[in-house]
């Protein structure tokens, strides 16, 4: 095994010539010229280190037979964590007053919040890390509404499921945790944004491209959204005219959530592994 500090693209693929296997994470390059060139390296397996693989070219791995194989399911309370901090800090403005205080201004403008509870918190996407913030949420004391084709029976007892329309519309606080698919691409766009309070916040830490992130920087900066909280962006790193970096009561992290001690050494397990199956001729964790 090797570590290389460069990232995996089409143009640093040639550098796995005599490797079977590359590990990849969630920004990645792994489209069909990176795939192309790691075949043309030799290598047969493909080890994402990350639950999600809508970066990868799977018909064209398929069609040189490399197997690729993820890792679900490593982080939810790690994710789901970080979301419910997003929200604090966008609705108390934490990183206002950090800054506020290193410069020796202890002045209060511009730092009033509301309380989450008994407030409304919709969940889109209610797998094992959208289940994990429901249960914060509802630690909080918050009533907790989702979003989802199929309804988790594990929280059945506190989460009443609605439309999509519906949730938007009487959520306070709206958290994505759904896949990046070709039907859920750019799902939250003008038309929904429309549909939110004017004092609700949007955290994101799903994917980058279920956001229209021009339609939400503008939905910011005219006031018509109270604040958004963002782990992921649809390139990352954003280009610097991207209208979320400056866009009003915006809160960015650089796709941290997954970043836990207890996660990363679940995560590093996995992708062992899954390593350790695929020498042995026994699928595990095999993206199809």
């Excluded at 403005?93 to 506020?100: G, L, N």
């Excluded at 730092?111 to 094992?128: D, S």
């Amino acid at each position: 095994m090797e570590y290389l500090k460069t990232g995996l693209a089409a143009r640093t693929a040639s550098l796995a010539k005599g490797y079977d296997a590359v590990c990849a994470f969630v920004n990645s390059d792994v489209g069909t010229k990176t795939v192309e060139a790691l075949h043309e390296a030799g290598v047969k397996l493909i080890l994402m280190r990350c639950a999600g693989f809508n970066n990868v070219d799977l018909k064209t791995a398929a069609k040189y037979g490399i197997d690729v194989r993820r890792v679900p399911g490593y982080s939810p309370e790690a994710v789901a964590e970080h979301a419910m901090t997003l929200a604090m800090t966008v609705n108390r403005h934490m990183h206002k007053a950090y800054t506020k205080v290193r410069e020796n201004d202890f002045s209060l403008g511009g730092l009033m919040g509301f309380n989450f509870y008994q407030k409304t918190a919709g969940i889109v996407g209610t797998g094992k890390i959208g289940a994990a913030m429901a249960r914060i949420c509802r630690g909080f004391g918050m009533k907790v509404i989702a979003y989802d084709v199929y309804q988790n029976e594990s929280l059945k007892d506190f989460v009443t499921y609605v439309t999509l329309d519906e949730l938007l519309a009487q959520s306070d606080l709206i958290s994505l945790h759904c896949p990046l698919t070709e039907e859920t691409r750019g799902l939250v766009g003008r038309k929904l944004l429309a549909l939110m309070k004017p004092t609700a916040f949007l955290i994101n830490t799903a994917r980058g491209a279920l956001v229209d992130e021009l339609a939400l920087a503008e939905a910011l900066d005219q006031g018509r959204l109270a604040g958004a909280g963002l782990d992921v962006l649809t390139q990352e790193p954003p280009e610097p005219g991207n209208p979320l970096l400056s866009a009003q009561n915006c809160v960015i992290t650089p796709h941290v959530a997954w970043a836990a001690k207890e996660a990363r050494e679940r995560l590093i397990r996995i992708v062992a592994e899954n390593l350790r199956r695929y020498q042995e001729g026994r699928p595990q964790n095999v993206v199809s």
